[in-house]
C-alpha cells in the first residue's frame, strides 16, 4: 500500500509563487508515475501534470503549460510541483496520484493511489 500526502498550499496573490509537495510511503514509489491533478469549486478534477517514474518525462495541461514545473525526487520519495505566476483561476484543491506503471497519464482513471489534497487560493 502507498500513502501520499501533499503539503505546501496556502494564500498567495495573483502573480505569485507556491511549491506543493507529495510524500510517498513505500519503497515502490520510485518505478510509479505521479501526477497531479486539481479540482475547483464546482467543477470536475482536471489534470495538471505528470512526470514518469524517474523524472526524465514530463506533460502539462496547456493552462498550466510554462508557468509549473513537475519534479520527482526518488530519493526523497517525494514529488514536487513548483507554481509560478499563479492567477485566480488556479485555485483549487491539488491532488498528487500515483500509478504502479513507470510511464504517466492524464486520465484520473490510470492512478491508483491519492492524496487527502491541499488547497491553493490566489486572490486577485
Known amino acids: 500500500q502507498v500513502q501520499l500526502v501533499e503539503s505546501g498550499g496556502g494564500l498567495v496573490q495573483t502573480g505569485g509563487s507556491l511549491r506543493l509537495s507529495c510524500a510517498a510511503s513505500?519503497?515502490?514509489?520510485?518505478?510509479?508515475?505521479m501526477g497531479w491533478f486539481r479540482q475547483a469549486p464546482g467543477k470536475e478534477r482536471e489534470f495538471v501534470a505528470v512526470?514518469?517514474?524517474?523524472?526524465?518525462?514530463?506533460y502539462y495541461a496547456d493552462s498550466v503549460k510554462g508557468r509549473f514545473t513537475i519534479s520527482k525526487d526518488n530519493a526523497k520519495n517525494t514529488v514536487y510541483l513548483q507554481m509560478n505566476s499563479l492567477k485566480p483561476e488556479d485555485t483549487a484543491v491539488y491532488y498528487c496520484?500515483?500509478?504502479?506503471?513507470?510511464?504517466?497519464?492524464?486520465?484520473?482513471?490510470?492512478?491508483?493511489?491519492w492524496g487527502q489534497g491541499t488547497q491553493v487560493t490566489v486572490s486577485s
Open positions: 512526470v514518469s517514474w524517474n523524472g526524465g518525462n514530463t
Open positions: 513505500g519503497r515502490t514509489f520510485s518505478s510509479f508515475a
Open positions: 496520484a500515483a500509478r504502479r506503471v513507470d510511464y504517466g497519464s492524464r486520465y484520473e482513471y490510470d492512478y491508483d493511489y
